[in-house]
C-alpha cells in the first residue's frame, strides 16, 4: 500500500492558462473523491467517481473545472483559464467504498499570479 | 443545510496537559461524524470516527463521543505530547452520502 499519490505537489501559473492535476488512488479503492482547501479553511468537496463514473459534483465546480476517471484508476482535475481565486491546494482522496475511511494524499497546492 | 464548526484556534498547550477541541455540527437525520489529523508535511489522516449517537471513537489517546442532545463531537486528550502537533478537522457525512462536511481546522501546538 504506497498510498495515495498525487502530482505535481506544487504548481505555479499565470492566471488564464490552463493547468492539470494527477491522482493515482490506492489500487483496490473504487471511489475517488476532489476537494479544495483554502488558507485556514477545511476541505471543501468538488467531485466523486466509482469506478470511472463521475457520480456527484459540487457547485463549487465551474465550468473551467472537469474531473475525468478514464479506467477507473488514476484521476486528473483540469482547471482551464485559471482565476487567481483557483489558487488552493487541492486534495485527492480514496476509499474502498461503504463505511471504509477516506484515505487522502499530500494534495497539490496551486497559486495562480 | 450541512455544517461543523470548531472551537477557533490556534490552541497552545504545554506537554501532559489535557486537550478539548469542540467540535458541533449541524445535519439532517443521523450523520457519522469523524477527527481528521493533518501533521506538518503531511495528507490528512483519519484519527477516530463514531457512526451513531452515544458511540465513543478512540485512537492514540484521543476520544470523542457522539452527542446527539447537545449535536457535539468534542474531541479529547488526557495528556498530550509534543508530537501531537498538527491541525485537526472535525467532519461529518449524512447517513449513505459520500462526500465529508469539514470544519475550520483548529491548529494545535504542543510546547515541550
Known amino acids: 500500500d504506497t498510498g495515495v499519490s498525487q502530482d505535481p505537489r506544487h504548481k505555479i501559473t499565470k492566471r488564464g492558462q490552463n493547468v492539470t492535476f494527477r491522482c493515482d488512488p490506492i489500487s483496490e479503492h473504487n471511489r475517488l473523491y476532489w476537494y479544495r482547501q483554502t488558507l485556514g479553511q477545511g476541505p471543501e468537496f468538488l467531485t466523486y467517481?466509482?469506478?470511472?463514473?463521475?457520480?456527484?459534483k459540487s457547485r463549487l465546480l465551474s465550468d473551467r473545472f472537469s474531473a475525468e476517471r478514464p479506467k477507473g484508476s488514476f484521476s486528473t482535475l483540469e482547471i482551464q483559464r485559471t482565476e487567481q481565486g483557483d489558487s488552493a491546494m487541492y486534495l485527492c482522496?480514496?476509499?474502498?467504498?461503504?463505511?471504509?475511511?477516506?484515505?487522502f494524499g499530500n494534495g497539490t497546492r496551486l497559486t495562480v499570479t | 443545510g450541512n455544517s461543523v464548526t470548531q472551537m477557533e484556534g490556534p490552541v497552545t498547550l504545554s506537554e501532559e496537559a489535557f486537550l478539548t477541541i469542540n467540535c458541533t455540527y449541524t445535519?439532517?437525520?443521523?450523520?457519522?461524524l469523524f477527527w481528521y489529523v493533518q501533521y506538518p508535511g503531511e495528507g490528512l489522516q483519519l484519527l477516530l470516527k463514531?457512526?451513531?449517537?452515544?458511540d465513543k471513537g478512540s485512537n492514540k489517546g484521543f476520544e470523542a463521543t457522539y452527542r446527539k442532545e447537545t449535536t457535539s463531537f468534542h474531541l479529547e486528550k488526557g495528556s498530550v505530547q509534543v508530537s501531537d502537533s498538527a491541525v485537526y478537522f472535525c467532519?461529518?457525512?449524512?447517513?449513505?452520502?459520500?462526500?465529508?462536511?469539514f470544519g475550520q481546522g483548529t491548529r494545535l501546538t504542543i510546547n515541550p
Open positions: 467532519a461529518l457525512s449524512r447517513q449513505g452520502a459520500q462526500k465529508l462536511v
Open positions: 482522496a480514496s476509499s474502498a467504498g461503504g463505511p471504509s475511511p477516506l484515505h
Open positions: 463514531a457512526t451513531k449517537a452515544d
Open positions: 445535519a439532517t437525520g443521523y450523520p457519522s
Open positions: 467517481f466509482q469506478n470511472e463514473a463521475q457520480l456527484e
